[in-house]
């Protein structure tokens, strides 16, 4: 007997009538069978198990996804988030620091250091820095005190803003250095570091170019 | 409820938290990575696949209206990198390789000796499936594709398609039945 071809069979599973295949099925086992066969391998197809997809995809996906750099920034672990607010928190009391201490008069200060070399942000662990960050908060509450004494008492124009904003740009740069001895290859805080050297050279120039002409340097 | 959470999540990821997409993949990664590894055939390849369809699909979520469901729309997108993907790799390698116009039902001799050796499992015997065949009998008898969607997709004929699903199911049947399994003399109709 001359059975179905596998074109024929797999119309009659897609349910299309081809003209005397019916007439054919009806007398031939062989053929009814392959066609249940077929019909059988479709429905485990259909049944097989859902899979599972490697464990690491996701991480393959994440950088691709808009808003994976800012994410990434969030999701920081706490030393580098603890480190970059002590960065940050050291800059910000030096600027207040470096105010209280340029406006003390020099006489009433002979000992007295240039403010990048006062102060050492040279912690090398967390704890180390929030010390150093609560250490230079009490000097600052203590020197914006004596500011406005000394305002008050003497009228003296303000320190120079140039030579602030200079002095607590080097604690940034110190602040980000020792965090990053931590973690070197964080990007936040390198892309800090290098943030703060350019504007710290930048200040450098300017100061360079304006000597002598008196105007001040304002942050860019 | 579920839709509600699920609405919700989608909202956020079209706001760009990644939190939310992270929790609308492990919701369906499942799903778009069974799909993909169906149509690829191959662990490393369909990683890939699912890779892209992530990327393509949160890099074009704002334009998710959820007219449907996001299960639909993420398998989708997963279908067509993949069938993408495939369309492109199938331009360097010919579809029907050496079964073109032959019946692998009644030629046993050109079953490949893996086949030839061993039965095997539904699931491995699809792996084992040409790239074409399998792409073809995937999308037509478990995603329920019309052949008119698969030429589209593939970029075949309607033809095409059809020769290639019966050629698919015949071979799926000699993998899985084995070797030494009858085989029928298939002349005529």
């Given at each position: 007997?001359?059975?179905?071809?596998?074109?024929?069979?797999?119309?009659?599973?897609?349910?299309?009538?081809?003209?005397?295949?019916?007439?054919?099925?009806?007398?031939?086992?062989?053929c009814?069978?392959?066609?249940?066969?077929l019909?059988?391998?479709?429905?485990?197809?259909?049944?097989?198990?859902?899979?599972?997809?490697?464990?690491?995809?996701?991480?393959?996906?994440?950088?691709?996804?808009?808003?994976?750099?800012?994410?990434?920034?969030?999701?920081?672990g706490?030393p580098?988030?603890?480190?970059?607010?002590?960065?940050?928190?050291?800059?910000?009391?030096?600027?207040?620091?470096?105010?209280?201490?340029?406006?003390?008069?020099?006489e009433?200060?002979?000992?007295?250091?240039p403010?990048a070399?006062?102060?050492?942000p040279v912690?090398?662990?967390?704890?180390?820095?929030?010390?150093?960050?609560?250490?230079?908060?009490?000097?600052?509450?203590a020197?914006?005190?004596?500011?406005?004494?000394?305002?008050?008492?003497?009228?003296?124009?303000?320190?120079?803003?140039?030579?602030?904003?200079?002095?607590?740009?080097?604690m940034?740069?110190?602040?980000?250095?020792?965090?990053?001895?931590?973690?070197?290859?964080?990007?936040?805080?390198n892309?800090?570091?290098?943030?703060?050297l350019?504007?710290?050279d930048?200040?450098?120039?300017?100061?360079?170019?304006?000597?002598g002409t008196?105007?001040?340097?304002l942050?860019r | 409820?579920?839709?509600?959470?699920e609405?919700?999540?989608?909202?956020?990821?079209?706001?760009?938290?990644?939190?939310a997409?992270?929790d609308?993949?492990?919701?369906?990664?499942?799903?778009?990575?069974?799909?993909?590894?169906?149509?690829?055939?191959?662990d490393?390849?369909?990683?890939?696949?699912?890779?892209?369809?992530?990327?393509?699909?949160?890099?074009?979520?704002?334009?998710?209206?959820?007219?449907?469901?996001?299960?639909?729309?993420?398998?989708?997108?997963?279908?067509?990198?993949?069938l993408?993907?495939?369309?492109?790799?199938?331009?360097?390698?010919?579809?029907?390789?050496?079964?073109?116009?032959?019946?692998?039902?009644?030629?046993?001799?050109?079953?490949?000796?893996?086949?030839?050796?061993?039965?095997?499992?539904?699931?491995?015997?699809?792996?084992?499936?040409?790239?074409?065949?399998?792409?073809?009998?995937?999308?037509?008898?478990?995603?329920?594709?019309?052949?008119?969607?698969?030429?589209?997709?593939?970029?075949?004929?309607?033809?095409?398609?059809?020769?290639?699903?019966?050629?698919?199911?015949a071979?799926?049947?000699?993998?899985?039945?084995?070797?030494?399994?009858?085989?029928?003399d298939h002349?005529?109709?």
């Amino acid at each position: 007997m001359v059975h179905l071809k596998e074109e024929t069979l797999s119309e009659l599973l897609d349910g299309v009538p081809v003209a005397g295949a019916e007439e054919h099925l009806t007398s031939c086992p062989t053929c009814q069978g392959e066609l249940e066969l077929l019909r059988r391998l479709r429905a485990e197809l259909r049944e097989l198990p859902e899979l599972q997809p490697p464990a690491d995809l996701w991480s393959r996906i994440e950088p691709t996804l808009p808003g994976a750099r800012q994410s990434r920034r969030l999701r920081l672990g706490w030393p580098t988030l603890v480190l970059m607010q002590v960065a940050a928190a050291i800059a910000i009391f030096v600027i207040g620091l470096s105010v209280g201490r340029s406006s003390q008069p020099v006489e009433e200060q002979p000992d007295a250091l240039p403010v990048a070399a006062a102060v050492q942000p040279v912690a090398a662990t967390v704890t180390d820095a929030m010390a150093e960050v609560q250490r230079l908060g009490s000097e600052y509450d203590a020197a914006l005190a004596n500011l406005q004494r000394l305002a008050q008492r003497s009228g003296r124009p303000a320190p120079s803003l140039t030579e602030q904003r200079l002095a607590s740009l080097d604690m940034l740069v110190e602040a980000s250095r020792t965090a990053l001895s931590v973690e070197p290859a964080d990007p936040v805080l390198n892309s800090y570091l290098f943030a703060a050297l350019e504007e710290r050279d930048a200040m450098l120039r300017e100061m360079s170019e304006s000597q002598g002409t008196g105007p001040e340097v304002l942050w860019r | 409820m579920v839709e509600l959470t699920e609405a919700n999540l989608v909202r956020r990821a079209r706001s760009g938290e990644l939190e939310a997409m992270r929790d609308l993949y492990e919701l369906h990664a499942s799903r778009v990575y069974t799909v993909v590894r169906r149509l690829a055939g191959d662990d490393d390849l369909a990683a890939d696949l699912a890779q892209d369809a992530w990327a393509n699909a949160f890099q074009k979520i704002k334009d998710f209206r959820g007219d449907a469901a996001f299960g639909t729309w993420i398998h989708r997108i997963a279908v067509n990198t993949a069938l993408t993907r495939l369309r492109q790799s199938s331009r360097r390698r010919d579809l029907e390789q050496s079964f073109d116009g032959s019946s692998t039902l009644g030629n046993p001799d050109r079953w490949p000796v893996t086949a030839a050796a061993e039965r095997v499992t539904v699931q491995r015997a699809l792996d084992m499936l040409p790239e074409g065949y399998r792409s073809v009998l995937w999308m037509h008898d478990v995603e329920g594709y019309t052949h008119e969607e698969i030429g589209a997709r593939l970029g075949i004929a309607v033809g095409t398609s059809k020769s290639q699903l019966s050629k698919a199911r015949a071979r799926l049947r000699a993998l899985v039945v084995g070797a030494k399994a009858e085989v029928v003399d298939h002349g005529t109709s």
